[in-house]
């Protein structure tokens, strides 16, 4: 009887053993998780650039695509990201190219295009925003921040051409003036059209 006591109570304390092995191994795994996902998406193109990496919201891309209604020529999204708005404004027919550093997320957005059958309208490109030739775009994107949107400006004043439209999400330049507003708050999206 005190042996079969003794054997339940070593099996409960394993059992309690093996929980607990579980539960450090769980929260190892998450922060070694993070820890990877840090690393490959945000931290080594943080140190090459000032612009992490937050994906626009679905209210956001909304937006840009109620935007984009109506306007001819190709859209370029500067910073593409996951490329979901490279793929909405392909969605909606727009020879949309996107210009991203970060391989993962160029992976992931290529592969996104081409299971959408987007493959044709939406292009991925791994290269500096600032090395992207704008004269090509009727229309811009940007989900940029205040330090990268000063160093944008200037390039903006050389190679916008006329009628083209300009859209910065969240942030505005710094000192050009929006021709409209859609949204408030951090949800406003500042437009700039060239005349
Ligand atoms: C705020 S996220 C916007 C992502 C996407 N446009 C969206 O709205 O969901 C900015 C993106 O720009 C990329 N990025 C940062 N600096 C860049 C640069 N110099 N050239 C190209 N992409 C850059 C980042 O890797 C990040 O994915």
């Given at each position: 009887m005190d042996d079969s006591i003794e054997m339940e109570l070593a099996t409960l304390a394993s059992a309690e053993r093996d929980r607990s092995f579980l539960l450090v191994k769980g929260?190892?795994?998450a922060v070694c998780l993070t820890y990877v996902v840090n690393?490959?998406?945000v931290f080594p193109w943080y140190r090459r650039s000032p612009l992490p990496y937050v994906a626009s919201g679905r209210s956001q891309v909304?937006?840009?695509l109620r935007l984009l209604e109506g306007r001819p020529g190709k859209v370029a999204d500067l910073g593409s990201g996951d490329g979901r708005i490279v793929c909405a404004a392909a969605?909606?027919?727009?020879?949309?190219d996107g210009y991203e550093l970060n391989p993962f997320l160029l992976g992931?957005?290529?592969?996104m295009a081409h299971r959408k059958g987007l493959a044709s309208l939406a292009r991925f490109h791994r290269k500096d925003l600032f090395e992207a030739d704008l004269r090509l775009y009727n229309n811009i994107v940007i989900y940029g921040e205040p330090l990268i949107?000063?160093?944008l400006e200037q390039k903006l004043a050389e190679e916008v051409t006329s009628g083209s439209r300009v859209i910065c999400c969240r942030y505005q330049l710094p000192t050009w003036a929006p021709t409209s507003t859609l949204g408030e708050g951090i949800e406003?999206?500042?437009v700039y059209d060239k005349v």
């Open positions: 929260i190892g795994g690393t490959a998406l909304d937006r840009v969605t909606q027919g727009f020879h949309t992931y957005s290529r592969l949107l000063r160093r406003t999206i500042y």
